[in-house]
């Protein structure tokens, strides 16, 4: 198991994966794009299927709907099943904010890479414009077969985890078992009535005894989460949020720092990175176990988007994932003070609250008409 940062070092792991896959490839994501990092995943996934690997491509309908024909078709030409997950206006239901923004690659039903990055440029390390700061995972073992029979059930369009020959570990697990560590598989699908990972937070909530990090792009969270941080915080947990200084979307921006004041109040330390976009999605409790993967801490991740994340209990790595997150405070990110929060002008303040209503009006009108599937 590994802890991937996103830019060259995750794209490098990603097409040595897909190069060395014998059986079976599954990669879903939100965004892929036809540029210089796309067209290098998508050479890695045409020679696998060449080498008549049975290669599964599935991207979000919307996110991705840019990729020109030819492209696509140059992948399917090549062997590459390739599906659009409820391409616009053609899905049954026309849950129009109901997206796969779940990042997982699957290789041989043995390895496993689950996290928050894109398949595009700005998630890659590139002359002058290094990536967005990101995070996955790398796992090796049982749990790459839960992720497999996962890839297949999303593929499929069904609720059950599909067991087929592609998701038989066929490359062996070759980890000491001194290394072994415990790992969980945590889903959100709040249509198809999955709420793992929001309930993984919810756990670190109740259960934190001594601090908890949160490193979260688009950070606005629902009352739920509040309340629960709330009674954390009030058990004497110490709480920290890593949170981008310079976000892709400004009016989320402007939005989260409306939440800052709320923040300060409860005690909560807040740091802004300040050298890139900050993308990664992930929560360490008590370095004791963490989450990592897709889910943003927002109500569109808890109530309407898909989302993969793994839950990892193991002391002795989740301490190193720790001190990742504490280097990463000390060198690249300023401490928002409560100084500052309370000398913000009346303008700034009112332009903030705009923005605020305005993302949880429009998370209402994504999330209002969805109905739980039986």
């Given at each position: ?6 830019g060259?070092?995750?794209?490098d792991?990603?097409?040595d ?11 879903q994501?939100?965004?892929?794009e ?8 998508a050479?890695?996934l045409?020679?696998?299927a060449?080498?008549n690997?049975?290669?599964?491509l599935?991207?979000d309908g ?5 990729l ?6 140059g992948?399917?030409a090549?062997?590459v099943?390739?599906r659009?997950f409820?391409?616009l206006?053609?899905?049954?239901n ?6 796969l923004?779940?990042k997982?690659?699957v ?15 700005r998630y890659?390390d ?14 090796e073992?049982?749990?790459a077969?839960?992720a497999?029979?996962?890839c297949r059930?999303v ?7 599909i ?12 980890f000491?078992e ?11 699908d709040?249509?198809?009535n ?7 937070y919810l756990?670190?909530?109740?259960t934190?005894t001594?601090?908890?990090t ?5 950070a606005?969270?629902?009352n739920?989460f509040?309340k629960?941080l709330e ?8 709480v920290r949020?890593?949170?981008s200084?310079e976000?892709?979307v400004?009016?989320v921006k402007?939005?989260e ?5 709320w923040?300060v109040?409860?005690?909560?330390e807040?740091?802004?990175y300040t ?10 409790c ?7 993967g897709?889910?943003?801490?927002n109500?569109l ?5 898909i ?7 193991d ?18 990110c300023?401490?928002?003070?409560p100084d ?5 002008n ?18 209402s ?10």
């Open positions: 198991m590994q802890l991937i940062r996103g060259r070092e995750y794209f792991l990603v097409v994966l897909v190069n060395k896959a014998r059986h079976s490839v599954h990669l994501t939100y965004i892929f036809n540029d210089a990092t796309g067209s290098l995943v050479e890695a045409a020679n696998a060449e080498r690997v049975e290669v599964f599935l991207l919307y996110a991705s709907q840019g020109p024909d030819a492209f696509i078709e992948l399917e090549s062997g099943h390739f659009y409820e391409p206006f053609k899905s049954r026309f849950y129009f904010g109901r997206r923004h779940s997982v690659l290789v041989d039903a043995s390895y496993a890479v689950v996290g928050g990055v894109n398949i595009t440029d890659n590139m002359p002058g414009q290094p990536a967005w700061l990101d995070f996955a995972l790398f796992a073992g049982p749990v077969v839960e497999c029979e996962l059930s593929w499929s369009g069904t609720l059950r985890r067991k087929s020959a592609d998701c038989e570990p066929h490359s062996g697990f070759h000491d001194n290394e072994a560590s415990l790992v969980r598989l945590r889903r959100n709040w249509v198809n999955r709420l793992q990972i929001s309930n993984s756990e670190m909530f109740r934190a001594s601090h908890i949160i490193l979260s792009s688009y606005l969270p629902g739920v509040r629960n009674r954390a915080i009030k058990r004497g947990v110490k949020m890593i949170i200084g976000s892709d400004k009016v402007a939005a720092k409306y939440w800052y004041a923040l109040r409860n005690n909560i807040i740091f802004e050298k890139n976009v900050l993308h990664g999605k992930l929560a360490v008590d370095s004791e176990w963490m989450t990592i897709s889910y943003n801490v109500d991740s808890a109530y309407v988007s989302e993969l994340n793994f839950d990892v209990r002391p002795n790595f989740v301490k190193k994932v720790d001190e990742t997150l504490q280097q990463i405070i000390d060198t690249d300023v401490k928002i003070s500052s929060i309370a000398q913000t009346t303008f700034k303040r009112l332009v903030r609250w705009l923005s605020y209503t305005l993302i949880r009006i429009t998370f009108l994504t999330t209002f008409y969805y109905r739980k599937q039986k």
